[in-house]
């Protein structure tokens, strides 16, 4: 499991001041489109309130992940970045659509709005956007902060183009431009949030990590030397940079001793190709038989008779993971 020791003193204080900085500009931002009348700039307002959030979610996330593991949460608090992920992503969906609806009331009625406040406003916000994206880019190593980052940089684009939309209203007297604008804010809103809500529920449910594929693992494994057959595997992700495999593997009948140089070709191959580095991995010698959704090895069924009192021993153990 690596959780990031290293850089997280450097994340939590950049994230900090990034918090700061953000909720102070979305306070200005507000009243400035209140003011100026401008729905380009309240839904700027709006795209960094989300910023703060995604920040805020971000840092309490950063927080729990340096928490170590216990006898609770097995694998730690991985999870509470992702978790902080999908519900900020979740948000700017709705953010987006609210603001797609206000602007077509706008555009079919536009309402005159003061240009050039609103481009002394954004100017403010291109050059601190700008700053914290270049400062979360530096720490953005997994998808909670890489959420953060996106959105900074969504945010130093479309606060751009308010500062255009500015110049084109001053110019040309036209007030639709503004609503248009927050259209395409919108947009942007939408099109970085969809991905990000993907590729966390993804994550949440267990999915199969992201550019890996089942069948590439299981060739790689069956390819090592004393493996006859790789089956029941499992790959998911625990957070957003670690991924964990379980499987049974059969091979001969051969004692431990001989087993463990096996193993460790199978862990190096997980590790070195794919980037797992929390395997579950057991042997068997015997063909094995789905049954009733768990995995019973064909002998044990013979001994058992009934075969459920005699095959607790790990068959069981991979399907509880993670949660």
Known sequence: MHVHAAPSKRTSRVLWLSMAATLAYVGVTFYAGWRAH?????????????????????????YFQQRPANDLKTFGYQRAGVLAAFLNASTLLILSLWIG???????????????????????????????????????????????????MAGDTLSTAAVIVGGFAIQWTGQN????????????????????????????????TPRGLAVAEIRNSLQSVEGVLDVHDLHVWSLGSQSRALACHVRIED????????????????????????????????????????????????????????HHGHGHHSHHHHAH
């Not at 639709?176 to 449910?205: C, H, K, M, Q, Y």
């Not at 980037?275 to 001994?303: K, Y």
């Open 176 to 207: 639709w431009i503004d609503p248009a604008l927050s259209l395409v804010i919108a947009g942007l809103i939408l099109w970085s949030s969809i991905g990000i809500v993907r590729e966390t529920l993804n994550i949440l449910l267990e999915g």
């Open 38 to 62: 401008s729905l380009a700039l309240i839904s700027e307002a709006g795209h960094n309130a989300s910023d703060f959030l995604a920040l805020a979610l971000s840092f309490v996330a950063v």
């Open 101 to 151: 609806v206000e602007a077509m009331h706008r555009i079919s009625a536009p309402v005159a709005v003061q240009p050039r406040l609103m481009m002394e406003v954004a100017a403010v916000g291109v050059v601190m956007n700008g700053v914290i994206a270049v400062l979360l880019w530096g720490v953005a190593r997994d998808v909670n902060l890489r959420s953060s980052f996106l959105h």
């Open 254 to 309: 051969i004692p431990p001793s001989e087993s463990q140089c096996i193993l460790l070709k199978l862990q190096d191959k997980a590790r070195h190709e794919f980037q797992i580095a929390h395997t579950t991995i057991q042997f068997e010698h015997e063909g094995c038989e789905a049954r009733e959704g768990c995995v019973v090895s064909v002998e044990e069924m013979a001994i058992g008779g009934d075969g459920h009192t």
